[in-house]
């Protein structure tokens, strides 16, 4: 893995801990679209559209 891989998957780790300790609310729900985006674009191997959506999901937890 090359380090811009591996930064996100550590990332990837770090907003699901985030999602799993949210409480349930529409914000969660919202968060979880863009974390499953993220886990399709990193499946892809799209490195650019995972960390939009990460962020977006880390945006809609807080």
């Given at each position: 893995?090359?380090?811009?891989?591996?930064?996100?998957?550590?990332?990837?780790?770090?907003?699901?801990?985030?999602?799993?300790?949210?409480?349930?609310?529409?914000?969660?729900?919202?968060?979880?679209?863009?974390?499953?985006?993220?886990?399709?674009?990193?499946?892809?191997?799209?490195?650019?559209?995972?960390?939009?959506?990460?962020?977006?999901?880390?945006?809609?937890l807080?």
């Amino acid at each position: 893995m090359t380090p811009e891989q591996n930064k996100t998957a550590e990332k990837m780790k770090s907003v699901k801990a985030a999602w799993d300790k949210a409480p349930a609310d529409p914000k969660k729900d919202a968060a979880l679209k863009h974390y499953q985006a993220a886990e399709k674009a990193n499946t892809a191997k799209n490195d650019a559209e995972t960390n939009k959506e990460l962020d977006a999901a880390s945006e809609k937890l807080s």
